[in-house]
Antibody, heavy 119, light 113 residues
Framework: QLQLQESGPGLVKASETLSLTCTVS??????????WAWIRQPPGRGLQWVGI???????YYNASLKSRVTISLDTSKTHFSLRLSSVTVADTAVYYC???????????WGQGTLVTVSS | DIVMTQSPDSLAVSLGERATINCKSS????????????LAWYQQKPGQPPKLLIY???TRESGVPDRFSGSGSGTDFTLTISSLQAEDVAVYYC??????????FGQGTKLEI
């Protein structure tokens, strides 16, 4: 059974870098059948796609975040990571990792982790 | 970017009645080469991650009750719950993946009893 689990600091200071990890169990990050994504949700608001990474390590980012975001893949440790630099209070959100079976929809999600940016 | 607009923002439906949620895209999400609509629907209950309900606009994910159905094509889509159950109270989102691997979601529709 596939499981995704987000981890990382729950509190980040403004102007610093947010770093999160998604640990994947029950599947391989190098499988050519999937992409792996980050999606966030500000408190009380809707979903925003942050970015996605392929099994080969190629990443694509939301244009509104592109200059600040990096997604990387660590296949040896079965996890992928998100780094968001120069954060502001507007980056406060629940961050989810999710799997895309190369079709574009997200069929498995982590439980999410709340990251609060303090000013 | 393709903008996804859902309507209404919220609705209240009686138990056993039909619930209808609409989603409109700012440009077509119908890929002419394979005649597929690149549109998915999700259900999100409080404190939980979203759950995939429908993809390709009308294909139910495994395990999703058949009272959930998706329809539409091009730019206009509908999620229908044929007979509302108490456990269907949630926020519902549409998502386009026509511009895969870049995606956008609708703003969400809150469904209450």
């Amino acid at each position: 059974q596939l499981q995704l689990q987000e981890s990382g600091p729950g509190l980040v200071k403004a102007s610093e870098t947010l770093s999160l990890t998604c640990t994947v169990s029950g599947d391989s990050l190098t499988s050519t059948n999937y992409y792996w994504a980050w999606i966030r949700q500000p408190p009380g608001r809707g979903l925003q796609w942050v970015g996605i990474i392929s099994y080969s390590g190629r990443a694509y980012y939301n244009a509104s975040l592109k200059s600040r975001v990096t997604i990387s893949l660590d296949t040896s440790k079965t996890h992928f990571s998100l780094r968001l630099s120069s954060v502001t209070v507007a980056d406060t959100a629940v961050y989810y990792c999710a799997r895309d079976p190369l079709a574009g929809q997200f069929d498995y999600w982590g439980q999410g982790t709340l990251v609060t940016v303090s000013s | 970017d393709i903008v996804m607009t859902q309507s209404p923002d919220s609705l209240a439906v009686s138990l056993g009645e039909r619930a209808t949620i609409n989603c409109k895209s700012s440009q077509t999400v119908l890929y002419s080469s394979n005649s597929q609509n690149y549109l998915a629907w999700y259900q999100q209950k409080p404190g939980q991650p979203p759950k995939l309900l429908i993809y390709w606009a009308s294909t139910r994910e495994s395990g999703v009750p058949d009272r959930f159905s998706g329809s539409g094509s091009g730019t206009d889509f509908t999620l229908t719950i044929s007979s509302l159950q108490a456990e269907d109270v949630a926020v519902y989102y549409c998502q386009q993946y026509y511009t895969t691997p870049m995606y956008t979601f609708g703003q969400g529709t809150k469904l209450e009893i």
